[in-house]
């Protein structure tokens, strides 16, 4: 991308390609350092909730709490709460992102070490103290997956997102299994102190690259889906959630504590086997199935996880003739594969709706804490009642996509309906003047910001772009408007009815 300069000087070829070629370098190298930071994000984030709630390190830590609830509950329900608050107020969390982040960080990673070591408030019940930690984990859980789902969601290229999702958990299913194999307590009680570190440097690392680009994606530019496909987009995000939660709960990952231990899988080729699905059905249901509606497009990826509740039943299992080994490799993949394919239907949805990023990753959070909540209060010490809650996810699934089905038929058949056009507000002039000079809807929304007065930092915010990308469209701008700054630009605007 080559940007105009406004004084018109060093204009001439050989700068010029210099210029365009040192551009693209740094382009290119920041493009890769959101690769690196957003996949190292995601792995040492899920290194962290699995060695709090598996590791032998903090069997009793994660016991002490057993009177209150089953660790993994109180987890969760700081998950739910730090994610619901993003549903619900995206924007005023965006503006105070700093902050809230710095406080999130510190909290998370004191009740981590707390939580390793309960015994340094012998003045408290041990008992409330984990409990505290384990809310404030899950509190630094949902802002990470937040902004490191968000953070992915800007590459270019979808299959590159679903690629480093992919990777991420992968990576994760190793590292937590060689320091389960290899490591004492004590060194997972050191690996669960610094995956927190991590995930947050990641995260700042990642968001500099992005502010720093001026070639970083703008999200609003991208394709968004039309009705039906958006509603159909927006029930399924609320649906993958609810059937995630479940799987969850009925594998070994869904209790924390010295009763919920899991094994390795990488004691033997149980990894390969789990490697091999995840790349097969990610690039066979999440990445060659583009070009379908948004129904028969997510139909795939469904059939997997609502056929994997049949090896997560022991009864199924048992009458298949599956060996332990076989039905744990099996149930690892499909666990893994159902949090891949939510990661990846929220990245989707980021970049194909009109809804605040934010808001979109709340939804998809929020929904599968609740859930995750009340499976696990239903299903412990209850595994009768796994097998009825197998099939009435079964049946809410078929009765949702026949719903999804039908009104989609019904919305084609309904004649296309004329739009009332939008009454001229106070803002007419400058819509007519991005009219005038040709300015893009996007760069249309930064001018009428600019024209009100506001400040890069506040158009930041408001439409949820990233430093760099809020530079580019104001230089565009001005190269449009024939202007080399703001002042000139309220001087256009003030003689362009004169």
């Given at each position: 991308m080559v940007r105009g300069n406004d004084s018109g000087e060093g204009m001439g070829g050989n700068a010029g390609k210099g210029d365009a070629g040192n551009g693209h370098a740094k382009g290119a190298r920041r493009d890769w350092t959101l690769t690196v930071c957003?996949?190292?994000?995601?792995?040492?984030?899920?290194?962290?909730?699995?060695?709090?709630?598996?590791?032998?390190?903090?069997?009793?830590?994660?016991?002490?709490?057993?009177?209150?609830?089953?660790?993994?509950?109180?987890?969760?329900?700081?998950?739910?709460?730090?994610?619901?608050?993003?549903?619900?107020?995206?924007?005023?969390?965006?503006?105070?992102?700093?902050?809230?982040?710095?406080?999130?960080?510190?909290?998370?990673?004191?009740?981590?070490?707390?939580?390793?070591?309960?015994e340094a408030l012998p003045f408290l019940p041990t008992s409330y103290v984990c409990a505290g930690c384990l809310c404030l984990i899950g509190v630094g859980y949902g802002w990470l997956a937040v902004h490191l789902v968000c953070q992915v969601a800007y590459k270019d290229d979808y299959v590159t997102v679903v690629m480093i999702l992919a990777a991420s958990l992968i990576a994760k299913t190793i590292l937590t299994s060689l320091i389960n194999m290899y490591g004492p307590a004590f060194a997972h009680v050191a690996a669960a102190l610094v995956s927190p570190v991590v995930s947050f440097a990641a995260v700042a690392w990642a968001q500099r690259a992005l502010d720093r680009s001026p070639e970083t994606l703008?999200?609003?530019?991208?394709?968004?889906?039309?009705?039906?496909?958006?509603?159909?987009?927006?029930?399924?995000?609320?649906?993958?959630?609810?059937?995630?939660?479940?799987?969850?709960?009925?594998?070994?990952?869904?209790?924390?504590?010295?009763?919920?231990?899991?094994?390795?899988?990488?004691?033997?080729?149980?990894?390969?086997?789990?490697?091999?699905?995840?790349?097969?059905?990610?690039?066979?249901?999440?990445?060659?199935?583009?070009?379908?509606?948004?129904?028969?497009?997510?139909?795939?990826?469904?059939?997997?996880?609502?056929?994997?509740?049949?090896?997560?039943?022991?009864?199924?299992?048992?009458?298949?003739?599956?060996?332990?080994?076989?039905?744990?490799?099996?149930?690892?993949?499909?666990?893994?594969?159902?949090?891949?394919?939510?990661?990846?239907?929220?990245?989707?949805?980021?970049?194909?709706?009109?809804?605040?990023?934010?808001?979109?990753?709340?939804?998809?959070?929020?929904?599968?804490?609740?859930?995750?909540?009340?499976?696990?209060?239903?299903?412990?010490?209850?595994?009768?009642?796994?097998?009825?809650?197998?099939?009435l996810a079964m049946y809410l699934f078929i009765v949702v996509m026949m719903l999804l089905f039908r009104s989609g038929r019904a919305k084609g058949e309904q004649p296309a309906e004329r739009k009332p056009a939008a009454p001229a507000g106070g803002e007419e002039l400058f819509h007519r003047i991005a009219e005038h000079y040709g300015l893009s809807p996007r760069e249309t929304e930064v001018f009428v910001l600019l024209a009100q007065g506001r400040n890069r930092t506040y158009i930041q915010n408001a439409l949820f772009l990233a430093e760099g990308t809020v530079k580019t469209h104001t230089s565009r701008i001005y190269q449009k408007l024939g202007v080399s700054n703001r002042q000139d630009m309220i001087t256009l605007v003030q003689e362009f009815d004169s």
């Open positions: 957003t996949a190292v994000g995601l792995t040492f984030l899920s290194v962290w909730s699995d060695l709090v709630g598996h590791g032998s390190g903090y069997f009793a830590s994660a016991d002490a709490v057993a009177e209150i609830a089953n660790a993994r509950v109180l987890f969760l329900t700081g998950l739910t709460l730090s994610t619901a608050l993003y549903l619900l107020m995206p924007f005023m969390l965006k503006r105070f992102e700093r902050v809230v982040g710095c406080l999130v960080a510190a909290a998370s990673m004191a009740a981590t070490v707390l939580f390793s070591f309960p703008d999200l609003a530019e991208l394709p968004k889906v039309p009705e039906p496909d958006r509603r159909v987009l927006l029930v399924l995000l609320v649906l993958l959630p609810v059937l995630r939660a479940l799987v969850r709960g009925l594998s070994k990952m869904g209790y924390w504590g010295s009763e919920y231990e899991v094994e390795n899988i990488i004691d033997g080729l149980g990894f390969l086997v789990v490697i091999a699905l995840m790349i097969f059905f990610a690039r066979v249901t999440l990445v060659e199935e583009q070009g379908d509606d948004m129904i028969t497009r997510f139909l795939p990826p469904f059939l997997v996880i609502i056929g994997g509740f049949f090896l997560l039943d022991p009864q199924v299992g048992r009458l298949l003739g599956l060996n332990e080994w076989t039905s744990y490799i099996l149930t690892t993949f499909v666990e893994l594969f159902s949090q891949l394919f939510h990661w990846a239907l929220i990245a989707l949805s980021i970049r194909s709706l009109n809804v605040h990023p934010y808001r979109v990753v709340g939804i998809g959070y929020a929904v599968y804490g609740v859930f995750s909540i009340a499976y696990a209060l239903l299903l412990q010490d209850k595994v009768e009642l796994s097998s009825v809650l197998i099939v």
